[in-house]
């Protein structure tokens, strides 16, 4: 279960942290408020499916 909700925020931080200058929001003013709105996010609407349906 928490390695389930430990996913996004992995993913979006490996993804954010390659060594390319490409990164969609990498120089933006708002990249790391919306990396970070986006790893809540899905890890919060995780742990709510996994809550409803009886898992957590």
Do not use: E, K, Q, Y
């Amino acid at each position: 279960m928490v390695s389930a909700l430990a996913l996004p925020g992995t993913l979006i931080t490996g993804v954010f942290g390659t060594n390319f200058d490409n990164v969609p929001g990498l120089h933006s003013n708002w990249g790391f408020a919306l990396m970070m709105t986006g790893i809540f996010g899905a890890a919060g609407s995780m742990a709510w499916f996994f809550h409803r349906r009886g898992w957590f």
